[in-house]
């Protein structure tokens, strides 16, 4: 077994969402929320294992198979309406998170140099790359970087040497003061909606009806359970980090210009460029699969073509790409935009796994590989409490 399309999952959920969003609850609130983490690790695998038999054992992407499944007009009608407005949108407000840690990321390393010129230089660097489809070497590359400043944090962490009572604590379920956005913001970079799509896509392309499904579906089953586990582990870390660097100081509440400060005990005077450097690699991994996913969802839903090197599937993504940009390019603070698009993504979970759920459990559609009832009932706790939190988050929003 290979590791392959479950890192490539990983590096679209470890991009600058994550690393904000984690040194966030670490400086807030310390190992509380913990817990939520390990809620999200377990959910992911769970989900985007369900996406991944989806592509194959059927052939069909999320969307591709929603448009078939459904045959009553007015339903089919509101499940693209849902899906296209939910991932697209959802996407784009992804995408300004991606981008805007990105350009924050070279900006620190270049402070002469405005973000506002970065934002745009990036965003049509990633346009380029999308529409020439030679993004995979570009991709490859950056997931290593990525891969290299997740071993310095996990490195700082051990080095850092937080308590053990007080990070067990954290797997305690609690809800601190004004800590449900940062829960949701931690769900939604981890358990990414548009990943759902992204995966049942890339395998659906690779589907082929000779071969042995069910041994393709535990391969696939593993390196998703390996590959999503190492990138909870990564998050853990950041947010152990954060925890330990900012938590009960007089730090301040944490911002991109002190974030780095969690890497001084492993790289001294060099954490800041470290940090920076990360921080754009994510950025820009995530650049350039945010896109591809909307436009999964997006030509799924419409009956085109799925294929990368499609002209309309090429434009649906750039269109993505460029709404981001646009967003980004505002001037608006780059960590309350990246958590903004986190707690985004958990608000359109309830929509997204509900339609996922449902469709593995039709026997039309997957035939022998259909939820069996153990999965089906561990995935309705972890429906629950998606849905509880949104409804939580929306009321607040409303109230």
């Keep these: 077994m290979r590791l392959g399309l479950g890192l490539l999952v990983t590096a679209a959920f470890i991009g600058p969402g994550t690393i904000t969003t984690a040194s966030v609850a670490g400086a807030n609130f310390g190992f509380a929320l913990i ?12 989900l985007q294992s369900m996406a991944a038999r989806l592509g194959v054992a059927t052939g069909h992407d999320l969307a591709s198979a929603l448009r078939t499944t459904i045959q009553t007009p007015v339903f089919k009608a509101l499940a693209a309406i849902l899906v296209i407005s939910a991932i697209g949108i959802g ?5 300004a ?8 990321g070279l900006q620190e390393i270049v402070p002469s140099v405005s973000p506002l010129l970065w934002t745009p230089l990036i965003a049509i660097l990633s346009a380029v790359l999308l529409y020439t489809g030679k993004h995979k070497v570009i991709e490859g590359a950056l997931i290593v970087l990525v891969v290299l400043m997740s071993i310095v944090f996990i490195s700082t962490l051990v080095m850092a040497a937080p308590s053990l009572t007080s990070v067990l604590k954290g797997f305690i379920p609690s809800l601190p003061d004004e800590s449900i956005t940062t829960v949701l913001a931690l769900i939604g970079t981890t358990i990414v909606p548009y990943n759902l799509f992204l995966h049942s896509g890339v395998l659906a392309e690779k589907y082929d009806k000779n071969k042995d499904i069910q ?6 089953n593993l390196d998703t359970g390996i590959s999503i586990t190492l990138g909870g582990v990564i998050t853990l ?14 730090a301040g509440k944490i911002s991109a210009a002190n974030m780095a400060v969690q890497l001084v005990p492993l ?10 450097l990360g921080l754009c690699a994510a950025g820009l991994t995530s650049a350039i699969t945010a896109p591809l996913a ?6 799924g839903m419409l009956g085109w073509s799925t294929q990368m090197s499609n002209t309309r599937f090429k434009l649906v993504a750039i269109t993505i790409l460029l709404f981001g940009a646009f967003v980004a390019s505002l001037g608006l603070d780059p960590v309350a935009v990246i958590i903004f698009a986190q707690a985004a993504n958990g608000l359109l979970l ?6 996922l759920v449902w469709l593995v459990n039709q026997k039309t559609v997957m035939g022998d590989y259909t939820n069996s009832m153990l999965v089906n009932l561990v995935t309705l706790p972890v429906l629950v409490l998606i849905f509880g939190l949104s409804s939580i988050k929306l009321f607040s929003l409303i109230f």
């Excluded at 790289?267 to 920076?276: I, K, T, V, W």
């Design 35 to 46: 817990w939520t983490l390990l809620f999200s690790v377990i959910a992911t695998i769970l």
């Design 91 to 95: 996407s784009a407000a992804y995408e």
């Design 97 to 104: 998170g991606n981008l805007t840690g990105a350009s924050l």
């Design 215 to 220: 041994k393709v579906i535990k391969e696939t």
């Design 237 to 250: 870390a950041i947010l152990s980090t954060a925890s330990v660097a900012f938590y009960g100081t007089e």
């Design 267 to 276: 790289l001294g005077s060099m954490a800041h460029y470290f940090f920076a």
């Design 294 to 299: 909307g436009a999964y969802a997006v030509c």
């Design 350 to 355: 309830p929509i997204v796994t509900t339609y």
